[in-house]
T-cell receptor, first 106, second 110 residues
Framework: TQLLEQSPQFLSIQEGENLTVYCNSS?????LQWYRQEPGEGPVLLVT?????EVKKLKRLTFQFGDARKDSSLHITAAQPGDTGLYLC??????FGAGTRLTVKP | DADVTQTPRNRITKTGKRIMLECSQT?????MYWYRQDPGLGLRLIYY???????NKGEISDGYSVSRQAQAKFSLSLESAIPNQTALYFC?????????FGAGSRLTVL
């Protein structure tokens, strides 16, 4: 089983701050996905990364896939209250990490 | 209408009762999944199906069963519910790419 460890588990910051959350594994992935889940809803796909070293940007969100394809990070620039949610990474076989719960305070 | 519809959205039941959670999708995807979500544990895969005649166990299938009635329908059953099955349950579909989730079914077993 490919285990995905996400850190930190909880993160509470002020609006305008930058942050990075991580998704790590001892296994190599051919691809990795990031989802965001808001209260009362199902997770929604943010991005899929496939190539080692790949960087993808989605507005203020920057996703990076590690060179060895064992880890990934999500960086948010100038966080806003609307970024509040649970951020989940998922590897092959549709297995998920436990998530990072982000709260952005106005 | 939502791409993935789960019913019921909320259910309270008693220990020992049989419960069925239903899922239907309009995406036309072959692959369907059932997950449960508990605080601090993320999403754990219960069962998945790659087509109508295919059923596979996930990480935590004990105490659960599924039925793939059609390409668009995938139901999850708890034959005899127990309190530690209290959780938020999600159905999802995919076309071998990313997952599209339903809004979830919150189940409480007293």
């Amino acid at each position: 089983t490919q285990l995905l460890e996400q850190s930190p588990q909880f993160l509470s910051i002020q609006e305008g701050e930058n942050l990075t959350v991580y998704c790590n594994s001892s296994s190599v992935f051919s691809s990795l996905q990031w989802y965001r889940q808001e209260p009362g809803e199902g997770p929604v796909l943010l991005v899929t990364v496939v190539t080692g070293g790949e960087v993808k940007k989605l507005k203020r969100l920057t996703f990076q896939f590690g060179d060895a394809r064992k880890d990934s990070s999500l960086h948010i620039t100038a966080a806003q209250p609307g970024d509040t949610g649970l951020y989940l990474c998922a590897g092959e076989r549709m297995r998920f990490g436990a998530g990072t719960r982000l709260t952005v305070k106005p | 209408d939502a791409d993935v519809t789960q019913t019921p959205r909320n259910r309270i039941t008693k220990t020992g009762k049989r419960i069925m959670l239903e899922c239907s999708q309009t995406k036309g995807h072959d692959r369907m999944y059932w997950y449960r979500q508990d605080p601090g544990l993320g999403l754990r895969l219960i069962y998945y199906s790659f087509d109508v005649k295919d059923i596979n166990k996930g990480e935590i299938s004990d105490g659960y069963s599924v039925s793939r009635q059609a390409q668009a329908k995938f139901s999850l059953s708890l034959e005899s519910a127990i309190p530690n099955q209290t959780a938020l349950y999600f159905c999802a579909t995919s076309d071998a790419g990313s997952l599209t989730f339903g809004a979830g079914s919150r189940l409480t077993v007293l």
